[in-house]
């Protein structure tokens, strides 16, 4: 019988010291040389392959050889505001990097600012974002960020050959963060519950809109109705809005420009207009009746402050949601008056409304009407659909998507707004009726007159409109 032959089971030379952690994670261990109390200076080094850990300890063994080992004695707060100041403020937004900043100042300079790099460890970094969860209660994304930030500033470190290990790949950060908010009855009730909201509070919501300031409706229903976040609702402009075809174009939106000086304090911020969150965000939406008509209204109402104020407002490069002297509204104005509206009618207090939810509320609707998820992703814009966005942008415009419109026109309409309340009126403004041609087409030259003479002229219009009515209802009841 023939003799088999024995597997040599010796491993190559230098994998020895690599191991296979309970994670999945490779680790491998090289020797500097020895402590001056004569206990041996170990280097350890990680990473997702055996290939991988033994290419890093070919590494460390050459710098060993040739005497450019390195021991990395800055401090980190000093060198991680400098990568701030130098790197990161050219590769983000000028909003992100505020909060990049907030971030190191309020959290990671305090913890770690005065330890050497070579001195820091995942148990640092680990006990330091432990904190922070518990300082907010499991509340906060704040443990998140902090990680994120060091965890750019460490592989900045090894790309430029500063460092040899990055400690925060082996730091864990709970996912069970959830937000609690206390409803009318004070009971403690997750936010997961109030992503949106709620399918029964829908439609009081939506009336409820007649009731608040002209603005409140159009710019509402373009949230929840149209996917728009808020700075793109802001940055919308009558160009990119279609009655004809019904559509509306994201192309742009407002964001905060923050100014720094050299020691990267704030000295000055303003709004502008900008392009939008992410290549994705440009898309074209299809609006549902609903939100046809608010904004058709808006445009009437701006049409008559137009006429009074002796300013555009109304034309296609005016902003859709501006100030009286069409100036940008700023994100607070938006948020200030959004919260007081949801104040009045208690919709702050059952379940924490705010203009975001009004997104997700979209989002939500079109999933519970079966809609495809990467349907719904292109349509709210995500990053998660950038394949998709890149392969039908050539005809966003020609496709419009009808669906989507479909499903709101169907959960919410005159006769499904008045199904639990038959005393609903929809909100009766006389710019409302303005005749549609007779308004759009008309020039009236502004500078001709003044602007007492303007609004005496609007004024004597919603007159008359207000008698024809009254006739009309006469003319009614006299029939009857």
């Not at 997961?192 to 919501?205: D, L």
């Not at 009286?324 to 702050?348: E, H, L, P, V």
Request: glycine letters at 6%.
């Amino acid at each position: 019988m023939a003799r088999k032959h024995k597997r040599n089971a010796r491993r190559a030379n230098g994998e020895g010291s690599i191991i296979q952690r309970k994670d999945g994670r490779w680790a491998g261990v090289i020797l500097l040389g020895y402590k001056p109390d004569g206990k041996p200076n170990r280097k350890t080094v990680y990473g997702h392959s055996q290939a991988e850990v033994l290419q890093k300890l070919s590494e460390l063994k050459h710098k060993l050889v040739t005497g450019s080992i390195i021991s990395n004695k800055a401090l980190l707060g000093p060198t991680m505001k400098e990568w701030l100041r130098i790197y990161k403020k050219t590769l983000v937004s000028s909003r992100t990097f505020e909060q990049n900043i907030r971030t190191f100042r309020n959290h990671i300079e305090p913890a770690l600012g005065d330890r050497t790099i070579d001195s820091i460890k995942s148990n640092d970094i680990q006990m330091l974002l432990t904190k922070s969860l518990e300082d907010h209660n499991g509340f906060s994304n704040t443990p998140k960020r902090i990680k994120f930030l060091l965890n750019q500033f460490f592989e900045y470190l090894i790309e430029q050959g500063l460092a040899y290990d990055n400690p925060t790949m082996r730091c864990k950060i709970s996912n069970k963060m959830k937000k609690t908010f206390i409803d009318k009855k004070g009971n403690l009730v997750g936010k997961e519950n109030y992503k949106a909201i709620p399918v029964s509070e829908r439609a009081r919501f939506i009336k409820s809109l007649d009731y608040g300031p002209d603005i409140i409706k159009p710019l509402s229903l373009v949230m929840m109705f149209g996917s728009l976040r808020v700075g793109e609702a802001l940055g919308l402009k009558w160009e990119n809005v279609d009655f004809d075809k019904e559509a509306i174009y994201v192309e742009q939106g407002l964001t905060e420009d923050v100014e720094f000086d050299d020691d990267l304090n704030i000295i000055g911020r303003k709004d502008i207009i900008s392009t939008t969150k992410t290549s994705c965000s440009r898309r074209a939406i299809k609006m549902p009746k609903l939100l046809v008509d608010a904004l058709k209204q808006w445009r009437k109402v701006q049409w008559c402050k137009e006429q009074v104020k002796g300013v555009h407002l109304t034309k296609p490069n005016n902003l859709v949601f501006c100030n009286d002297d069409g100036s940008i509204k700023s994100y607070d104005g938006i948020r200030r008056m959004f919260d007081r509206f949801t104040k009045k009618f208690g919709f702050k207090q059952e379940f924490g409304i705010h203009c975001h939810m009004l997104r997700q509320t979209f989002s939500n609707m079109q999933i519970e009407n079966k809609r495809n998820i990467k349907d719904v992703q292109h349509l709210m814009g995500h990053k998660d659909a950038k394949t998709t966005q890149l392969h039908y942008n050539s005809v966003i415009d020609k496709e419009l998507d009808d669906e989507g419109a479909k499903i709101i026109d169907n959960l919410f309409n005159e006769e499904t707004l008045k199904k639990d309340d038959e005393n609903y009126k929809p909100k009766d403004v006389p710019a409302y009726h303005i005749d549609e041609e007779n308004y759009s087409n008309e020039i009236l030259n502004t500078k001709a007159k003044s602007e007492e003479e303007l609004e005496i002229e609007m004024l004597q219009k919603m007159l008359e409109e207000k008698q024809a009515k009254l006739k009309a209802k006469k003319n009614r009841d006299f029939e009857m």
